[in-house]
């Protein structure tokens, strides 16, 4: 009994883990694939057009692009630098602190990594659920957020849907039980995930470079193991028969 209460505790303490991490009911299954090179390489074009202007990714240098996803020196240089900088540099934003803080009232975060601290489902379901009112951008993932739509020009302009009830006090709450499109972007709305999939999956790939590389080993690791196991298993036999007897 005190065993079952100790997996139970557990569980809810990992449960707990998952839901600060960003994890929660109602997120979207973003189904990236970090191993696709062409999404990673779409994705990195994505960020730095449309979120390298205020957030920095300062543990990621663009070497490592030409490195992991397949991009040559040439077209790193050619399409995603900028300015002075050169590919061995972080990719740092070129937005000064103090000035976003003002403008924003906070900082932009650097992005490097968000994906391992709220996951790709968070990141996916949030950069999608940006709807606008008479007061400004809002957001059904992240309420209030300081944030604007940058991507509005491709997804469109959402308004929301919402329904009031009133609780037992007599208090009326209004709350948003839907997004519906009323101003299309360049984008269909598959498309538009199609494009947020891409870069989340570079986001994915930001927060572990090493990932891409650490599972094709662990492959071998892993039959290294299976036939280490193998030929310890029969010197074990050829040890003990002797004595067995």
């Not at 999404?39 to 692009?65: D, E, I, T, W």
């Not at 570079?202 to 492959?219: D, S």
Request: negative net charge; aromatic residues 12%.
């Amino acid at each position: 009994m005190r065993f079952r209460n100790i997996l139970a505790a557990a569980a809810m303490l990992a449960s707990g883990f998952s839901l600060a991490a960003g994890g929660g009911e109602g997120l979207e299954h973003a189904n990236i694939n970090v191993h696709d090179k062409a999404s990673l390489q779409r994705g990195a074009a994505m960020y730095v057009n449309y979120c390298l202007g205020c957030h920095s990714m300062q543990y990621l240098r663009y070497n490592r692009l030409v490195e992991d996803i397949g991009l040559s020196e040439a077209q790193v240089e050619e399409f995603l630098l900028s300015g002075d900088q050169e590919i061995g540099d972080p990719m740092l934003s070129a937005m000064n602190a103090d000035e976003a803080e003002e403008w924003f009232g906070i900082a932009p975060p650097d992005l490097s990594l968000t994906a391992r601290s709220r996951g790709p489902d968070w990141i996916y379901t949030y950069l999608k659920e940006f709807y606008l009112t008479e007061d400004g951008w809002n957001n059904t993932v992240l309420p209030n957020a300081s944030m604007p739509h940058v991507l509005w020009e491709l997804q469109g302009i959402q308004r929301p849907i919402t329904e009031s009830h009133t609780d037992a006090e007599g208090v009326e709450h209004v709350e948003i039980v839907d997004l519906e499109l009323d101003q299309e972007g360049k984008l269909s709305p598959e498309e538009y995930s199609d494009h947020i999939r891409d870069l989340v999956a570079f986001m994915e790939y930001a927060a572990e470079p090493a990932v891409l590389k650490r599972e094709k080993i662990g492959i071998w690791v892993l039959l290294f193991l299976v036939v280490f196991t193998f030929l310890a298993w029969l010197l074990y036999q050829e040890f003990w028969k002797d004595i067995k007897k």
